[in-house]
């Protein structure tokens, strides 16, 4: 449809959309520095070979059924990687397979866009930073730790809110203004 | 599951673990998709309905050994769903990208999974009508936050999860 | 068409490719479930290899244990013989949510090692209480409640007490057994409730015994009677003498036994009693006949002590009032209230044994200034009672917001009040 690929293409390009688009799986999966390094790595690998697939796929079909190849690809890159996690990765795993799983259907709409693999690419190394950014800015300040190992001289200044949900919204929301003005200003 | 606890599951969804404010979910469309009002009755409806055939499903592939396949079962499903409604609503209809990209219908579909039919209902039903007072709250925040006042790295999309998190934190009290 | 089948052949490609994946991965997202249900029993004992589940409370049936209580979740039995852990879900403690942990305990008894898991209350017992458990036997001598959190630790204390309940009965380990003694105290409470306060906490002061029949002494600290743990030939009993000299004997069981003590042991319990039990309930005939007159418009009250025969309770003085040509009882109960400090309260019933007036409360709220957060108005309080009979009665008349330990200092009285009534009723106590 031309509206999703207007959009697609959009998001693409833009930054601050992009980001957006991407807030749902980025403030879920940054409430520590592991779970969103993990998220970062997942949603690259998801985005490139999305972006291969749908690629590849596009050729061959037309019209709407492109839409329901973008589904089933990324929601079966994104089961793989789930899978994988759950295994391999059983503590990070509760907290960031539904969002990993929500970044695949909107990963879907990235894929649309006209540019391709590149544009992927760079969306999710976007994506990554933004959310790393803001699992180190919530994680320092607000559980006073890095990675989970605890830092001496945080002890006393915690700021709890920020590992919740108000925090992740309004750290994720100050991490969009930054990158995003940062963009605007190049 | 008694009458009493399925008032606290509709109640519960819709404002104290309420998808959006507590765990993210379909913050992007439903701040995109204020203006409409047919988007939030159409998602409701939508929610509901897709919540209820993906538990449906669950069972069937818990049964079958292949709970694996559940993200890309719902996603399916979601898009056949919305596909529907769009056709269903024909003029009225909130736009296709709107709706299918609302991360809320995955959520509730992978939160409800493991619960009975009735509790997953519930569930959907106190989700739909939270979010649906979010999306009103949400449409006059927008209208407020067009505000010249507002520092230019942080207008439009930025300032908006910024009110987002505020009202979250209101929330976060329960 | 040919869309159709371009959807189709990719969506098989990912799902065969998520069944191979799954052959890998669900083996390894199997153990880690597994792995995951083991994990707080290493906890609580690290040296395990590996466990076995002997119990499980969501399978109960299956495993076919006798006797195990509902705090015990699960039972696991480490493979290399370090002995037995359990996982323990407390009864509600202070905020009425669970308190879980895993306790460790080796083959012959004794308690190796404690895991908390979950603690969801707003007061602390402190990290290290549970660990003050380990070295413990079954008999659980020595286990200590924390002061101030005593609903959470005692809460603690009764589901570790079940896992040895449960170990035992099944003949898992070889449970120590309580002495006489120890279960004695702790049943006195269920036949003489006038010893413990409203949470069932004992509350008495111990005495030595006379270094005869009576072993030892303890002196429930609202005066309402002496407990008396005596030793007749081999057996050990609890004998209660209250103030009116009536004396109820309870065995290790629980069960309340007559004829089992020698006369000679019944007078010495009485001894004791008239020589440790000192309270008076002061000018309470007068303020019953006051209560009396005013009710009856008469001028003639006269008090009449009664016998409080078979009343064990907080229950501590009883009289048979009559006034203008009706009949009226008063009743003088000594709670534990507000830090279990006692509360005095007397209250007269009708002929009937419905509540006419509530004379006297001392003190209702305890340290007025410390503790302003309650909120009490005396007069209808207190008339919110008259009325009420032991059937219309619900607890819900004494409490007083804000001040729960009062309240059920109050209801706990005047349940106690009621009940008296009844038994002097049945037993011929009363006149009318």
């Keep these: 449809m031309n509206e999703m690929k207007k959009f697609g293409s959009a998001a693409a390009a833009n930054t601050g959309l992009l980001l957006f688009l991407a807030a749902v799986p980025a403030m879920g999966a940054s409430a520590d520095v592991g779970s969103a390094l993990v998220m970062g790595v997942c949603v690259f690998v998801l985005a490139l070979l999305t972006a291969l697939v749908v690629c590849a796929v596009r050729k061959v079909l037309s019209g709407d059924a492109v839409i329901a190849a973008a589904v089933i690809v990324a929601a079966g890159f994104a089961s793989l990687l789930v899978m994988l996690l759950r295994a391999y990765l059983p503590a990070v795993y509760p907290t960031v397979w539904m969002y990993l799983a929500v970044c695949a259907v909107n990963m879907m709409l990235v894929s649309q866009s006209e540019q391709g693999l590149a544009q992927a690419v760079r969306a999710s190394l976007i994506f990554l930073g933004a959310v790393v950014l803001t699992a180190v800015i919530r994680e320092v300040l607000g559980a006073g730790s890095f990675a989970g190992v605890a830092l001496p001289f945080m002890e006393g200044y915690k700021l709890s809110i920020l590992t919740q949900a108000p925090g992740g919204f309004i750290v994720f929301a100050l991490v969009m203004a930054v990158l995003g003005g940062a963009k605007k200003g190049e | 599951m008694t009458v009493k606890e399925l008032l606290l599951v509709i109640l519960s969804a819709a404002v104290a673990d309420n998808l959006v404010l507590s765990g993210y979910f379909g913050f992007d469309s439903s701040v995109l998709g204020a203006n409409k009002k047919s988007f939030s009755l159409c998602l409701g409806a ?7 055939i993906c538990n449906l499903l669950h069972g069937i592939l818990v049964s079958m050994g292949v709970e694996y396949m559940e993200i890309m079962v719902f996603a399916l499903v979601i898009l056949v769903v919305c596909a529907i409604a769009v056709k269903l609503m024909g003029e009225k209809a909130p736009s296709f990208a709107m709706l299918t990209l609302n991360s809320v219908l995955l959520g509730v579909a992978l939160t409800g999974h493991s619960m009975g039919l009735a509790e997953a209902l519930c569930y959907a039903l106190g989700t739909a009508i939270g979010f649906w007072v979010l999306l009103e709250v949400f449409a006059s925040l927008r209208l407020k936050l067009n505000n010249p006042n507002v520092p230019k790295a942080f207008k439009g999309m930025p300032i908006t999860v910024l009110a987002a998190g505020i009202i979250a934190m209101a929330i976060y009290a329960f | 068409m040919k869309n159709i089948l371009v959807l189709l052949l990719v969506a098989v490609i990912f799902v065969g490719a998520m069944f191979g994946l799954n052959t890998v991965t669900g083996p390894i997202i199997y153990e880690n479930e597994v792995a995951a249900v083991f994990a707080p029993l290493y906890g609580a004992m690290p040296d395990a290899q590996g466990f076995n589940v002997v119990y499980d409370a969501a399978d109960a049936a299956s495993y076919g244990l006798v006797d195990v209580p509902e705090t015990v979740v699960g039972i696991y039995e480490e493979t290399s013989g370090l002995g037995y852990a359990l996982k323990l879900s407390t009864t509600k403690g202070y905020t009425g949510e669970a308190i879980e942990f895993a306790l460790a305990v080796d083959n012959g008894g004794i308690i190796t090692g404690t895991n908390l898991t979950a603690y969801p209350e707003s007061k602390d017992f402190g990290a290290d209480y549970p660990a003050t458990y380990i070295g413990l036997d079954g008999t659980l001598t020595g286990a200590e409640l924390v002061s101030g959190v005593t609903y959470s630790s005692s809460a603690f204390k009764n589901a570790v007490n079940d896992a040895f309940t449960a170990l035992g009965a099944n003949e898992l380990v070889t449970v120590a057994k309580k002495s006489d003694d120890q279960l004695l105290l702790e049943q006195i409470a269920s036949v003489y409730p006038g010893i413990a306060n409203s949470s069932n906490i004992l509350q008495y002061e111990q005495l030595e015994g006379d270094g005869g029949a009576i072993v030892t002494m303890f002196k429930a600290l609202n005066g309402s009677g002496l407990a008396c743990m005596v030793a007749e030939g081999d057996a050990s009993y609890m004998a209660v003498v209250n103030l009116s000299d009536d004396v109820m004997v309870m065995n290790t069981a629980g069960e309340i036994v007559t004829d089992v003590l020698s006369a000679e042991t019944v007078e010495l319990v009485k001894a004791a009693g008239k020589a440790n039990l000192d309270y008076t309930s002061g000018k309470a005939n007068q303020r019953f006949e006051k209560a009396a007159n005013a009710l009856a418009g008469s001028e003639d009250a006269a008090a009449v002590q009664l016998p409080l025969t078979g009343v064990f309770s907080t229950v501590t003085d009883a009289f048979e009032v009559t006034a203008g040509g009706q009949t009226f009882y008063g009743f003088v109960a000594c709670s534990y209230a507000y830090n279990n400090e006692i509360m005095e309260l007397m209250y007269l019933l009708d002929a009937n044994g419905a509540i006419a007036d509530v004379v006297r409360i001392n003190p209702i709220i305890f340290h007025e200034e410390y503790f302003s957060d309650y909120e009490l108005d005396k007069d209808s309080y207190f008339t919110g009672f008259n009325g009420l009979t032991g059937e219309t009665f619900t607890g819900e008349q004494a409490l007083i917001t804000g001040a729960t330990m009062s309240g059920n200092g109050v209801k706990s009285a005047v349940a106690d009040i009621f009940a008296a009534f009844n038994t002097l009723k049945e037993n011929g106590g009363l006149s009318a």
């Design chain 2, 46 to 52: 939508v929610i509901i309905v897709s919540t209820l």
